[in-house]
């Protein structure tokens, strides 16, 4: 089984910050990997896929990076919709989710 | 635009069969380029994968739950639906359908959720 692996698990920062979550894979998956917001009580929503492609509707503030088994997801300025909890997810072999990043106003 | 809608009961015993139906309006779920998806979040918890099916019939399933999942699809309804025999509280949790886009693999729309409870 391939695991995904986030960190932090939680992040307090402000409006305006710039944003890092990392997502480690136990082995390399090329590039297929996808970041989902969630927000309480929400399905989760993509934002990027194939590790770096920004899912249309969603604002450019959002991008990601990576390929093999490090990959990062980057939010340049935080905006108060932001606050939420980040997901990646593995498709190179069955499907896989990070644990989550909670990200909160510090 | 396409749109999910889990539906089923809310409310499981344990050693029993939850059973749980996805419906899709807004395109048919015989279209090329897309798998369905089930997915599930304990309460308070993260996201699992429980499987996903073409709609030929094909299916793949987390191998951690294989031996107690079935996933099935309905195109004259336009509809899939998920089983999960021998349920434990464990398996409390909101079940998501999604759809899986077969390029791109990631799940691209989802249903709202519906929340299941394993309990006598």
């Known amino acids: 089984d391939i695991q995904m692996t986030q960190s932090p698990s939680t992040l307090s920062a402000s409006v305006g910050d710039r944003v890092t979550i990392t997502c480690r894979a136990s082995?390399?998956?090329?590039?297929?990997l996808a970041w989902y917001q969630q927000k309480p009580g929400k399905a989760p929503k993509l934002l990027i896929y194939?590790?770096?492609s920004l899912e249309s509707g969603v604002p450019s503030r959002f991008s990601g990076s990576g390929s093999g088994t490090e990959f990062t997801l980057t939010i340049s300025s935080l905006q108060p919709d932001d606050f939420a909890t980040y997901y990646c997810?593995?498709?190179?072999?069955?499907?896989?989710f990070g644990q989550g990043t909670k990200v909160e106003i510090k | 635009q396409v749109q999910l809608q889990e539906s089923g009961p809310g409310l499981v015993k344990p050693s029993q069969t939850l059973s749980l139906t996805c419906a899709v309006s807004?395109?048919?779920?015989?279209?090329?380029?897309?798998?369905w998806s089930w997915i599930r979040q304990p309460p308070g918890k993260g996201l699992e994968w429980i499987g996903y099916?073409?709609?030929?019939?094909?299916?793949y399933y987390n191998p951690s739950l294989k031996s107690r999942v079935t996933i099935s699809v309905d195109t004259s309804k336009n509809q899939f639906s998920l089983k999960l025999s021998s349920v434990t509280a464990a398996d409390t949790a909101v079940y998501y359908c999604?759809?899986?886009?077969?390029?791109?693999?990631?799940?691209?729309?989802w249903g709202q959720g519906t929340m299941v409870t394993v309990s006598s």
């Open positions: 082995q390399s998956i090329s590039s297929w």
């Open positions: 194939k590790a770096s």
């Open positions: 099916i073409y709609y030929s019939g094909s299916t």
């Open positions: 999604a759809r899986t886009r077969v390029v791109g693999g990631a799940f691209d729309i």
């Open positions: 997810q593995q498709y190179n072999r069955y499907r896989t």
């Open positions: 807004g395109g048919s779920i015989s279209s090329g380029g897309y798998s």
